[in-house]
């Protein structure tokens, strides 16, 4: 696949699965959509390996990667489809795009990668204002969509997390044999949730199992591979826009198709965030960046 194609794709995947991840879940519950989810995607990625001769390292290191990526992804899924019950699917990408800001926050910490400017610590900011803002009108409703605000939070600080320590191992390993590897430790994990916590379901919906198939071969075959593929391609400031542009696609697309309304207050959180990354991201290249980052790298220990 070419460049453009892959970073078209990858958008329309981004935009389209948080609406996927709720539909997923109707007249099954959550716990059945995201452990389906998980199998058909492993079993897919696990054919596409034996297709393509690749190879799945089993040694010490490559077991350590699994399990950390796999615990990450079981984590952050689970948060984000037990809240997709409680707010507009469009809202999970809003809060996903803090992502970039919260994964180098964890780098800093972590990796002592010490790249925060003053440009940084303002793009920074304002993506924070922006959760409070959308946190607020969770908080508003009369529903229990703060909780639902506060999960997908809770999950996007994990998968966070997860890619600075992936980063930390430093490893070589193809994307796709992380991605199977990973889903080989976390998809057990689902299937256990699912059977302490819910029973098999009596029907299920042509919406619900399309729904279930998309994500497991769009959005964890196909999807994450792809963005791989484009950080290997591209330099990091142009895959970042693809997190500038996914909020408000998302929330479009929740509207057109599943009728959701978007309140003043939500595009106002969804413009502080996107505004912030954009100033966290590009800031750098402002005339007066230079002379901020100067002034921040030459401050006392």
Avoid: C
């Amino acid at each position: 696949m070419s460049v453009p194609a892959a970073y078209l794709t990858v958008i329309i995947i981004w935009s389209t699965t948080p609406l996927a991840i709720q539909w997923s879940g109707i007249g099954v519950g959550y716990e059945f959509g995201v452990a389906a989810r998980m199998v058909i995607g492993l079993l897919t990625l696990l054919l596409m390996i034996r297709i393509k001769g690749l190879p799945l390292p089993r040694n010490s290191h490559a077991r350590k990667v699994y399990l950390v990526s796999g615990l990450s992804i079981f984590i952050a899924m689970s948060f984000v489809y037990w809240s997709a019950q409680y707010i507009p699917s469009g809202w999970i990408s809003v809060i996903f795009g803090l992502s970039p800001i919260i994964t180098s926050a964890f780098a800093t910490l972590i990796l002592r990668d010490n790249k925060l400017t003053t440009g940084r610590v303002t793009g920074m900011s304002l993506g924070l204002l922006g959760l409070v803002v959308v946190f607020a009108e969770g908080l508003s409703l009369a529903d229990a969509a703060w909780m639902g605000v506060a999960g997908v939070t809770i999950g996007t600080v994990s998968q966070s997390l997860g890619a600075v320590l992936l980063q930390k191992l430093k490893t070589d390993i193809a994307a796709i044999s992380i991605t199977t590897g990973s889903l080989i430790v976390a998809t057990p994990l689902f299937l256990i949730n699912f059977m302490l916590m819910q029973s098999w379901p009596d029907n299920i919906s042509t919406v619900t199992l399309l729904s279930i198939l998309y994500l497991a071969v769009m959005g964890s075959a196909i999807g994450f591979p792809l963005y791989f593929y484009l950080l290997k391609n591209l330099n990091a400031e142009r895959v970042a826009l693809i997190a500038l542009i996914t909020p408000v696609t998302a929330l479009l697309v929740g509207a057109y198709l599943n009728d959701e309304v978007i309140s003043t207050r939500v595009w106002l959180g969804t413009a502080l965030i996107v505004a912030g990354l954009a100033i966290y991201e590009y800031g750098k290249h402002l005339p007066f960046a230079k002379k901020w980052q100067i002034r921040w790298n030459q401050r006392p220990l």
